[in-house]
């Protein structure tokens, strides 16, 4: 069973910048969900992708896009970069609503993003 | 909105003995809940989730989880704790119904002295 994969590790980025993060999910798993967690916070929820369309949206501003694609791997976009954009950003995948299994995530290892 | 509170920024405990790690939740429905733990640098590593049932959960690496839905509560434990025990918890809840995002606590660093 492959788990998630998130690439880059690590990158940094300037003020004003745009950057493009990709996952891909684990096998068997249809849903991708993007998380931010700043330096000493938990993991606050971005937005999740089902069936390539975006399926739900946290408390983030539209410069923070996503896609999802047929094959269930995604990309995080975020335009005009701020330096509290510095982050560690988690993708996880998980199966499919309606499913009845609780819909516990799988997280990659995170791209940690740095802003200056 | 769903909410987590972890009320402890850490918790120590000496190798052997049992540790509780505490959370209590905030959500309009019946709750799913999860305990994840995070090792530093790295992603977060599913423990156990409860969703129905049994008020008693076991999961990963001998910790169990005891949900309590008067209290709202939902405390991670394990009878002897091992030094590689050592790492960041998270809590974290969502309501059964809609969409599955995932609502997390703020953590809970564990360190397990020998």
């Known amino acids: 069973e492959t788990g998630v994969t998130q690439s880059p590790t690590h990158l940094i980025k300037t003020r004003g910048q745009q950057v493009t993060l990709r996952c891909s999910s684990q096998?068997?798993?249809?849903?991708v969900s993007w998380y931010q967690q700043a330096l000493g916070q938990g993991p606050q929820f971005i937005f999740q992708?089902?069936?390539?369309?975006?399926?739900g949206r946290g408390n983030f501003p539209p410069r923070f896009s996503g896609l999802q694609f047929p094959n269930y791997s995604s990309e995080l976009n975020v335009n005009a970069l701020e330096l509290d954009d510095s982050a560690l950003y988690l993708c996880?995948?998980?199966?499919?609503?309606?499913?009845?299994?609780?819909?516990?995530?799988?997280f990659g290892e995170g791209s940690r993003l740095t802003v200056l | 909105a769903q909410s987590v509170a972890q009320p402890e920024d850490q918790v120590n405990v000496a190798e052997g003995n049992p540790l509780t790690v505490k959370c209590t939740y905030s959500?309009?429905?019946?709750?799913?809940l999860f305990w994840y733990v995070q090792y530093p640098n790295r992603g977060l590593q599913f423990l156990l989730k409860?969703?129905?049932?049994?008020?008693l959960v076991k999961g990963s690496y001998g910790f169990e989880a005891e949900f309590n839905k008067s209290q709202t509560s939902f405390h991670l434990k394990k009878p002897s704790a091992l030094v590689s025990d050592s790492a960041l918890y998270f809590c974290?809840?969502?309501?059964?119904?809609?969409?599955?995002?995932?609502?997390f606590g703020i953590g809970t660093k564990l360190q397990v002295i020998p």
């Open positions: 996880a995948s998980s199966r499919g609503p309606g499913t009845g299994e609780g819909g516990e995530l799988f």
């Open positions: 096998s068997g798993h249809n849903t």
């Open positions: 992708y089902y069936r390539e369309e975006e399926n």
């Open positions: 959500v309009s429905g019946n709750p799913y």
């Open positions: 409860y969703i129905t049932g049994d008020n």
């Open positions: 974290a809840v969502r309501d059964m119904r809609g969409y599955q995002k995932v609502t």
